[in-house]
């Protein structure tokens, strides 16, 4: 194979779209709701582990909800018709709290939190054909400037095999599934009028 020769500005140019391209995945990991829905899978056990139940006792007690409707029926509520939602946080913050900006901190919290997913690692692959797309260029550049990249500090790469590379990218970002404390009413009343139906 012969040796192909990438200039610095060749380089720098090819490593601001792979910069741009991480910098995509990344944002869409973390703040796409379509991610966020991914991350949401399987919120009925997870809640059944968290004691969810005893949460919103407590989250509707601070909000002077008195209810016959148990915290059991609400979730159930919740979860069948998936009436949460999915917001990205920070490992700092809980969607407990008005981390929005939406209000005062200090006031009564507006969402009760199902659940918070940690998104810790960010991998994303660029195989060799999507590289070459990617920056434009033929399959033998764009494994010359893979095998450069490899040693740029900018980045955290691994080879996947085919001339393209792995790249990782770590963070404190979360998704937070949430229920607001109106929606919650809203359950809440639905709940006591099935119910008096049934009666």
């Known amino acids: 194979m012969k040796t192909i020769e990438i200039t610095e500005e060749e380089y720098d140019t090819a490593a601001d779209t792979i910069e741009a391209a991480l910098e995509s995945a990344y944002e869409y990991e973390t703040q796409h709701p379509d991610s966020g829905d991914n991350y949401s899978c399987g919120m009925a056990d997870r809640t059944a582990c968290n004691n969810a139940e005893q949460r919103l006792s407590r989250f509707l007690s601070t909000h002077g ?73 033929d399959e033998d550049r764009a494994r010359a400037i893979a095998s450069l990249a490899m040693d740029d500090r900018r980045f955290c790469l691994r080879d996947n095999g085919d001339g393209g590379f792995l790249a990782y990218d770590n963070t404190d970002c979360t998704w937070e599934h949430i229920v607001s404390i109106e929606e919650l009413r809203e359950i809440i009343e639905e709940i006591e009028e099935s119910k008096e139906d049934v009666a």
């Open 65 to 137: 909800v008195a209810t016959k409707a148990t915290p059991e029926e609400i979730l159930e509520s919740v979860l069948w018709f998936s009436r949460w939602e999915d917001r990205p946080g920070h490992i700092f913050c809980s969607g407990d709290v008005d981390y929005h900006g939406e209000g005062d901190y200090r006031g009564p919290q507006k969402y009760f939190q199902l659940d918070g997913t940690l998104v810790g690692e960010i991998e994303t692959e660029f195989c060799l054909p999507d590289l070459a797309r990617l920056l434009d260029c």
